[in-house]
């Protein structure tokens, strides 16, 4: 039962993908931006709801979760095979050459997304991979599917800091700076007034 739900999920993830592929040479970056963020909230939703229903109350939650999360990374690795190099849908390919030449340059998208990207996939998928292999035959894998679920957090908690401080951590970062010099400033002005 669960292999034939698992074929049908691959064929109609082949079907979604051609298609996907064959439009995305029209598809705009503007939707396929939001393609990858709709995606997101697939795999973020999926991955919060399989984390908070672990325990043994909301199983059946658990594992409906869990296989779309499987679902989404396999999607999202299928799109990205398929999709053309110059398009936002192209998996991220991190190598140490971009991650050194940008921070001489300092010029570009920051590598660490490509990075951070490679790493969630990688691990979510592992933690995917391993939850539906323990619910079949090899349970033997549940201890490691929740290690790999517990590190997982770490990876996503470190994401999450790392694109805020890139889109407004900096900012935020530099008016407190700002704020706090200018602060200090009329301070010791007013001491040495005094």
């Avoid at 298609?19 to 029209?26: A, F, M, V």
């Avoid at 229903?53 to 869990?66: M, N, P, S, V």
């Avoid at 936002?88 to 997304?113: E, M, N, V």
């Amino acid at each position: 039962m669960r292999a034939k739900r698992a074929l049908s999920i691959a064929v109609s993830t082949v079907a979604v993908t051609t298609t996907i592929d064959e439009g995305s040479k029209r598809m705009t970056p503007k939707h396929q931006h939001t393609l990858l963020l709709f995606w997101h909230a697939w795999l973020g939703g999926g991955y919060l709801v399989a984390y908070l229903t672990a325990d043994e109350d909301t199983y059946g939650l658990h594992l409906f979760a869990g296989y779309a999360v499987l679902a989404a990374i396999v999607i999202r690795l299928l799109i990205g095979l398929i999709a053309p190099s110059s398009r936002l849908l192209k998996l991220p390919r991190p190598t140490w050459g971009s991650l050194q030449a940008w921070f001489s340059t300092g010029k570009g998208r920051h590598p660490l997304f490509a990075w951070f990207a490679a790493a969630l996939l990688l691990i979510i998928g592992a933690s995917a991979v391993t939850g539906a292999l323990s619910d079949s035959a090899m349970t033997w894998l549940e201890d490691p599917h929740e290690a790999i679920s517990e590190a997982s957090l770490w990876v996503i908690f470190g994401h999450i800091f790392f694109v805020t401080f890139m889109y407004g951590g900096k900012q935020l970062l530099s008016q407190g700076a700002s704020k706090l010099y200018h602060r200090l400033r009329s301070t010791l002005i007013k001491e040495h007034s005094i």
